[in-house]
């Protein structure tokens, strides 16, 4: 959605009715994630993407037709990899769409107060029906404290579950589809609901003002995260040095970090190499619930690093937690393969990749469980793409 954000913004500020196809579920190597968004307006005009290109015109096809009157709409993709590309999904795997019409004024309103809340970064949640006749219903969740829950999903006590399911996924940051009864029952699956949260994007922190800290700021930047990049030594900790960056902060490193926000999603990149600096910043960073923490230096500054931790109080599963020395054996050599080295690593990090050649691997790319089908037993009625029911 945020790469579209401007766009989705501008046509519900102007008045032009469009269609959103979005990614609800998936399976296999499909191409893009849950969420993943196609705008389709009036004049045909079309921003975003689906799946990289392989249903795109199908899906295009289906926003004209809701635009037209048809109604909300969930349409199938997908087909065994051997088969693929007959079909146009040449990666294989599965999708499913929700193609969903904006061309009421309400509508778009609705819509423009979710993507308001988004562009500043404020955390929300938009839970919609996926099957049955109240398909397309939507439901506005925000954290407690912070803003009411508007719409509805068609009865009460199906609002009041999905509220509290939708609040737990954004406090984690992830997207999916949760099932219900008709009254909000858990253990039926009467209802399928997709629950898409905008969480504000994750930090990353970066230490040390060095060439291979601004590109590492570059490429995570690129890779969604708000970069911050912190160094005691004004000389080297300018903006000029780090324009891709978020900010840049002036500060002993340990001592930022102990007055900073960081939550599980953070990643925590120490370039410092310095042990003056990365010991107390580590034995700080080691009491954060960061999911990353990688140190730059060489075997033997690890070593030493290692030694004057323990000698600091650091446990040995604390230990454990250090990436170090920082980054995938790439073989990198300047800043910029360094950087790709180490985001490299986040990513491996983030889905526990293996790091090894793809083309060395078998079995699926993109390895996942399906939080759910949309359609009992199988794809919706609005299946195209001869979905297969044993692909799932």
């Known amino acids: 959605m945020r790469d579209i954000l401007p766009d989705l913004r501008a046509r519900c500020a102007d008045g032009v009715p469009f269609a959103l196809a979005t990614v609800v579920a998936v399976r296999g ?13 009036a004049a045909g005009t079309v921003v975003g993407s689906v799946s990289g290109g392989c249903v795109e015109s199908d899906v295009y096809e289906v926003a004209r037709e ?12 997908g087909i065994s990899d051997d088969e693929a590309f007959a079909t146009g ?29 988004v562009a500043a970064d404020e955390p929300v949640a938009e839970a919609t029906v996926l099957s049955g006749a109240r398909t397309g219903a939507r439901l506005t969740v925000r954290p407690c404290g912070r803003g009411r829950t508007t719409g509805t999903l068609g009865a009460a006590d199906l609002d009041a579950a999905v509220t509290d399911d939708a609040r737990g996924l954004l406090a984690q940051g992830r997207t999916g589809v949760r099932w219900y009864g008709a009254r909000g029952q858990r253990r039926m699956r009467e209802v399928a609901v997709f629950v898409r949260t905008y969480a504000p994007p994750p930090r990353m922190l970066v230490f040390g003002a060095i060439d291979h800290a601004a590109a590492t700021a570059r490429i995570g930047s690129f890779l969604g995260y708000r970069v911050t990049v912190c160094d005691a030594r004004p000389v080297f900790a300018t903006r000029e040095r780090f324009p891709t960056a978020d900010e840049v902060v002036r500060a002993w490193p340990h001592t930022y970090l102990e007055s900073t926000e960081v939550d599980a999603r953070t990643v925590i990149c120490v370039l410092t190499h310095d042990p003056k600096f990365d010991v107390p910043l580590l034995r700080a960073a080691l009491r954060t619930p960061a999911v990353y923490i990688g140190v730059m230096g060489s075997r033997r500054t690890h070593h030493d690093r290692l030694a004057r931790l323990r000698a600091a109080g650091v446990d040995e599963a604390g230990l454990a937690r250090l990436a170090s020395p920082v980054g ?8 910029e393969e360094t950087a790709v080295s180490i985001a490299a690593e986040i990513i491996q990090h983030r889905w526990g990749g293996t790091g090894r050649p793809l083309g060395g691997l078998t079995g699926a790319i993109h390895p996942r469980e399906p939080e759910g089908r949309v359609g009992p037993g199988g794809p919706s009625p609005a299946t195209r793409g001869a979905v297969r029911p044993d692909s799932w």
Request: aromatic content about 4%.
């Open 66 to 77: 809701v635009l037209a009157g048809a109604g909300p709409r969930v349409v199938a993709y």
């Open 29 to 41: 190597s499909a191409p893009r994630d849950p969420g993943a968004v196609m705008a389709v307006d």
């Open 89 to 117: 999904l040449t990666c294989g795997g599965t999708i499913e769409v929700l193609v969903r019409g904006y061309a009421a004024d309400a509508e778009r309103a609705e819509l423009a107060a979710v993507l308001e809340l």
């Open 328 to 335: 995938l054996d790439l073989g990198a050599r300047t800043p």
